[in-house]
């Protein structure tokens, strides 16, 4: 079952969202694909912006938006987790790891474009 508030996936037996605290109902839509009410904190954050900081450091897009967690860690740590992936891509795998580079970058800030829009996304986040 997912939150309806949050959107984070919990046990079909949860009274209580296990990331917001939010009561969960019996009515509430076993289906990812409920639209969520994601919006920034402050109110004054920009979605590509978001995302531009995504693309050019994975994590620092979430970071900025106001997630908490994402993958189960605090963004800034995906951050480092990323950069050190990347350069082990460089160093073993140099002659196409500007593709997987830009394809991992692509896939974090359209990840955080999406959720931005109310969406759910593919990566598992909370705020």
């Keep these: ?57 994975p994590g620092i897009g979430y970071w900025y938006w106001g997630y908490q967690k994402v993958l189960t860690v605090p963004p800034v740590l995906l951050f480092i987790i990323v950069i050190v992936a990347e350069v082990l891509i460089w160093t073993f795998a140099w002659y196409f790891a500007g593709i997987i580079q830009f394809a991992i970058s692509a896939f974090f800030a359209y990840d955080l474009y999406v959720k931005t829009t109310g969406q759910r996304g593919w990566i598992e986040a909370s705020m």
């Design 1 to 57: 079952m997912f939150c309806p508030k949050c959107g984070v996936k919990n046990e079909d037996s949860a009274t209580f969202c296990v990331s917001c605290g939010n009561p969960m109902s019996k009515t509430a839509q076993p289906s990812p694909a409920q639209p969520l009410s994601v919006q920034p904190p402050s109110g004054q954050k920009n979605p590509v912006i978001a995302a531009i900081l995504n693309f050019f450091f």
